[in-house]
């Protein structure tokens, strides 16, 4: 599929369209990723996330590699983006991403009932 690259050039602020940002500490990954995964399908680079469409060795591959990317780290908080920028990375990071949030979900949500008072 070609995507139109003058669609993602006209992006130049993403949280314009995903206005959430990713927060370990708010245990908003859910909202977020719907937000995010929303936005990727419209602009039809969703593939781009999950690893599907992957060829590094292609010019316009890249360029919209590195598009999707940009937009995925003006979602995140500078811990995470700490945390997972890596040199040559590819959006595969959305898996990262994953997770990290799902590994920590379940102690998150204890540590959340317990700020709370609801678990003793």
Request: aromatic share 12%; with cysteine.
């Amino acid at each position: 599929m070609t995507i139109p690259l003058d669609k993602l050039y006209g992006i130049t602020n993403i949280k314009s369209y995903v206005p959430l940002i990713l927060d370990l500490d708010k245990l908003n990954y859910d909202a977020c990723r719907e937000f995010f995964k929303n936005h990727c399908v419209a602009y039809k680079v969703f593939d781009y996330l999950d690893g599907t469409d992957h060829k590094p060795v292609d010019q316009d591959w890249c360029t919209v590699d590195s598009f999707v990317k940009q937009w995925f780290y003006g979602t995140l908080t500078q811990p995470l983006i700490q945390s997972i920028l890596l040199p040559n990375a590819t959006t595969q990071l959305w898996k990262t991403i994953e997770d990290l949030f799902c590994d920590n979900k379940e102690a998150n949500a204890i540590e959340l009932e317990i700020n709370r008072g609801t678990l003793l």
